[in-house]
C-alpha cells in the first residue's frame, strides 16, 4: 500500500522576479515500511519537495496524498490536524521545545491528540529506551548533546504511531558516530515497528543505509533505485 | 502541558517577564494612588466647604441667592421651615444663618464682604468657627457687635483688632447697616472665603437692627448619596422656598471635581498606553525570538488556538504576579500618605487659589480596586492580541528555516 503518492508535484518560487522551478513535476509513490532517502545537491528541491509531502507547503501545481488523503484540499487548520495525526516530523535543528524535558517533548504531541495517560507513559518510556536516551528522560535539550536531540526528535515524531515519518536532513548537524547511532535507530524502528521514514541527505554514510535512493537534480528526479542490504 | 511551556517561557527570559510584572504593578499601583489621590481630595474639599460650611442643601428666599444675598430677601417661614427640618428623619443637621452682602467700611478703606450672623454654638454641629480664631475672640452681647474677620482681609484694610467698622447690607433693596467692633481675626482652609466672610452673632444683629432676620438653612443629610431625594422632598414640603444643593450653590467645585476627573482620565489613558505598549513589546519580542520553536510547534501539529492560549497564559500569569504586588505598593503609599497627607502647596499654588486645603489625605474606596484590577487586567489581555496575531501569522515553515 502507498503512504505518499505525488503525481507532477511543482513548485515554483518567485525570488526577486526570477522565477524558481523548486520542484519540477515529481510523481513518486512510497510503500508502507520503506526505509528511502532524498539525494541531491544543495538546491535541488529536497527540502521543499518533503515540506509538501508533510503538508507543510502548498504545490503550486501537482497532487499530494498521504494515505489516500489529498493535501491540497484540505484547509489550514485541517492540515495542521493532519499532520497531528498521520506525519512525523524530524527536522535539521531546533526539534525540541526549550523548555521541557526530553521525556516531555517526547509526550507533547500525544497530549495534543488527548490520549490517556497510560498510554502516553508506556509508550514514551518505550520510545526513550529504544532511543537510548531513558536515563537522559529529566534533561532539558540544552542538557543533551545533538545527537541526543535528535533521537529524543525521533522518539518525539514515533511517539502517536504516525503512517510515516519525514526527515530532512536529520543528521546534517551531528558528528558521524551520532549520525551513525541515529540511522541505526531509525533503522531498527523501521524493521520493528514497520514505520516508513522518509529522509533527505547529503552524507553518504546516510545513503549507504537507505535501501532505496531517489536522486533529484534541479526539482527532478533522476534516478530511482531500490539498494539490496 | 500548555501551562507548563507557558509557564517555563516566563522563567526563561526573567529580566523580561519582570519588565512586563513591573509594569502591571505600576499601572495597578499609579492607578490605584491616583484615584485615592482623587478621592482624598474630593472628600478634603467636600470636608472643607460642604460638610463645613455650605452644608448639603441650603434653604433660602427664592430670590435671595438672585438678589446676591441682599438682606431684605429673610426667610418667610422661619417657623415652618424649622418645623420641616426638625421632622425630617433624613436630616441630621440644620442651622440658623442671617447672611447677607454687605460694604464693610473703615475710615480708610472699604470692601464687599459677606455678612454671617451665626450662633456660634450651633454652627459648632458642622464647624468650630471659634477655632479658627487666630487672634482676639468673639463675644455676643457687646455694646458694638463683635466682628470676626479673615487675617487677609484685615490685612488687605489695614484693620488693627478693636477697629471701628461699618456694615451697610441690603444696598439694592434699603440700606441695613450698623457699627461693629472687629474683635477677632480667624483663618480658614479656605482662602477665598477669609477675603470675604465675616462672622458676627446672629443675636448681636438680631438686637442691632432689630428684625430677628434668618436668611440661610444651612442642612447636612445622614446621607450625601440620597441629595438629590432629599432635596426634592424638602422643596415639596418647602413650596414658597428656594431649596439648592451644595453643587448648585458653589458650582465651582462641582466643576473643579469634574476637570480632576477629566485629569484623571487623559492620565490614566496615558498609564495604560504605556502599560499597553510595554506588553505589546515585550510578549512581542518574546513570540520573535521563538520563530523557529513555534513554527516547529505548528508543524508537528500544535494548533493555532493553542498557541494563542499559551500566549495568553503567559501574559496572564506576569499579569497576575504584578497585580498583588501593585496592590501592596499601593497600600504601603496610600496608608502612608493617608496618614500624613500630602502637601500640595509647593506643587500646585492654583489649588490654594481656588480657596482649598492643600494638605491630601489620599483615601481608598472599594470600587477602586474592582475598577483599575478590571482595567489593567483588560489592557494588558487586549495588549496580548497583537503578538498573539503576529504569532498566528508565522509559517511553519519559514520558521524552521529561518537561520
Ligand atoms: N521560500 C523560498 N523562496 C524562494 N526560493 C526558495 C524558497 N525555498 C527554496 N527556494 C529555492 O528553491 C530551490 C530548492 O530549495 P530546497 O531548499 O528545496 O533545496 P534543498 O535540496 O533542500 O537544498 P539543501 O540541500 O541546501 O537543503 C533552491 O533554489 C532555493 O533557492
Ligand atoms: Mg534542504
Known amino acids: 500500500m502507498n503512504v505518499v503518492e505525488t503525481q507532477n508535484l511543482e513548485k515554483l518560487f518567485i525570488d526577486a522576479g526570477t522565477e524558481v522551478r523548486a520542484v519540477d513535476g515529481v510523481s513518486i509513490n512510497v510503500e508502507e515500511g520503506e526505509f528511502t532517502a532524498i539525494v541531491g545537491p544543495s538546491g535541488s528541491g529536497k527540502t521543499t519537495l518533503l515540506n509538501m509531502i508533510g503538508g507543510l507547503d502548498n504545490p503550486t501545481k501537482g497532487k499530494v496524498q498521504v494515505d489516500k488523503v489529498e493535501l491540497t484540499e484540505l484547509s489550514k487548520n485541517e492540515l495542521i490536524d493532519f499532520r497531528l495525526k498521520n506525519i512525523g516530523f524530524v527536522f535539521q535543528s531546533y526539534n525540541l521545545i526549550p523548555v521541557l524535558t526530553a521525556y516531555e517533548n517526547v509526550e507533547f504531541v500525544m497530549l495534543l491528540q488527548g490520549r490517556d495517560p497510560k498510554e502516553r507513559k508506556a509508550r514514551v518510556n518505550e520510545l526513550l529506551v529504544a532511543v537510548g536516551i531513558a536515563d537522559k528522560a529529566k534533561n532539558r535539550p540544552s542538557k543533551l548533546s545533538g545527537g541526543q536531540q535528535q533521537r529524543v526528535a525521533v522518539a518525539r515524531a514515533l511517539a502517536p504511531k504516525p503512517k510515516f515519518i519525514i526527515a530532512d536532513e536529520p543528521t546534517a548537524n551531528l558528528d558521524s558516530k551520532s549520525a551513525s547511532t541515529l540511522l541505526d535507530i531509525m533503522q531498527q524502528l523501521n524493521e520493528k515497528e514497520g514505520i516508513t521514514f522518509l529522509f533527505s541527505t547529503h552524507d553518504q554514510r546516510v545513503i549507504d543505509r537507505a535501501r532505496r535512493v531517489v536522486t533529484l537534480t534541479d526539482g527532478k528526479i533522476t534516478e530511482d533505485k531500490i539498494v539490496d542490504v | ?403
Request: proline share 3%; net charge neutral.
Open chain 2, 1 to 403: 502541558m500548555i501551562a507548563k511551556i507557558g509557564w517555563n517561557n516566563i522563567w526563561r527570559k526573567k529580566g523580561r517577564s519582570f519588565l512586563v510584572i513591573l509594569s502591571v504593578a505600576f499601572g495597578i499601583w499609579v492607578g490605584l494612588f491616583f484615584g485615592a489621590f482623587q478621592w482624598g481630595t474630593f472628600v478634603q474639599k467636600l470636608d472643607d466647604i460642604v460638610n463645613r460650611e455650605l452644608g448639603h442643601v441650603q434653604i433660602h428666599h427664592p430670590e435671595f441667592v438672585d438678589e446676591e444675598y441682599d438682606y431684605n430677601f429673610p426667610i418667610q417661614n422661619p417657623d415652618k421651615v424649622r418645623d420641616v427640618l426638625k421632622n425630617d428623619t433624613s436630616v441630621s443637621v440644620f442651622v440658623e444663618r442671617s447672611i447677607f452682602s454687605a460694604m464693610l467700611q473703615t475710615p480708610r478703606n472699604q470692601s464687599p464682604v459677606l455678612v454671617y450672623g451665626v450662633d456660634t454654638t450651633a454652627e459648632q454641629q458642622l464647624y468650630s468657627i471659634t477655632s479658627m480664631i487666630t487672634q482676639g475672640e468673639m463675644i455676643a452681647g457687646r455694646r458694638a457687635p463683635s466682628l470676626l474677620v479673615g487675617e487677609s482681609l484685615a490685612n488687605k484694610l489695614n484693620i488693627t483688632l478693636g477697629s471701628k467698622v461699618i456694615v451697610q447690607g441690603g444696598m439694592l433693596h434699603g440700606v441695613k447697616s450698623f457699627v461693629g467692633r472687629v474683635r477677632g481675626f480667624y483663618e480658614s482652609p479656605n482662602k477665598m472665603k477669609d477675603k470675604i466672610v465675616i462672622y458676627v452673632h446672629k443675636s448681636d444683629l438680631d438686637t442691632k437692627l432689630g428684625d430677628g432676620f434668618t436668611h440661610e438653612y444651612s442642612v447636612l443629610f445622614n446621607d450625601l448619596d440620597l441629595l438629590q431625594s432629599n432635596k426634592k422632598r424638602l422643596q415639596s414640603q418647602l413650596p414658597v422656598n428656594q431649596v439648592l444643593t451644595w453643587g448648585e450653590i458653589m458650582p465651582e467645585i462641582e466643576n473643579g471635581i469634574e476637570m480632576t476627573d477629566q485629569v484623571m482620565f487623559i492620565f490614566m489613558l496615558i498609564i495604560w498606553f504605556a502599560l499597553a505598549l510595554g506588553i505589546v513589546n515585550t510578549m512581542l519580542m518574546s513570540i520573535l525570538e521563538r520563530t523557529r520553536e513555534l513554527g516547529m510547534l505548528m508543524a508537528i501539529g500544535m494548533g493555532r488556538w493553542k498557541i494563542v492560549q499559551m500566549i495568553f497564559f503567559e501574559t496572564t500569569i506576569l499579569t497576575a504576579i504584578g497585580v498583588p504586588i501593585g496592590l501592596f505598593l499601593n497600600y504601603i503609599t496610600v496608608g502612608y500618605f493617608g496618614e500624613v497627607g500630602l502637601d500640595l502647596s509647593v506643587a500646585n499654588a492654583a489649588i490654594e487659589g481656588f480657596g482649598y486645603s492643600t494638605m491630601i489625605y489620599p483615601a481608598m474606596k472599594e470600587s477602586f480596586y474592582y475598577q483599575v484590577i478590571f482595567q489593567v487586567v483588560l489592557v494588558s489581555l487586549i495588549s496580548t492580541v497583537f503578538p498573539a496575531m503576529r504569532a498566528l501569522k508565522l509559517k511553519p515553515i519559514e520558521a524552521i528555516h529561518k537561520n
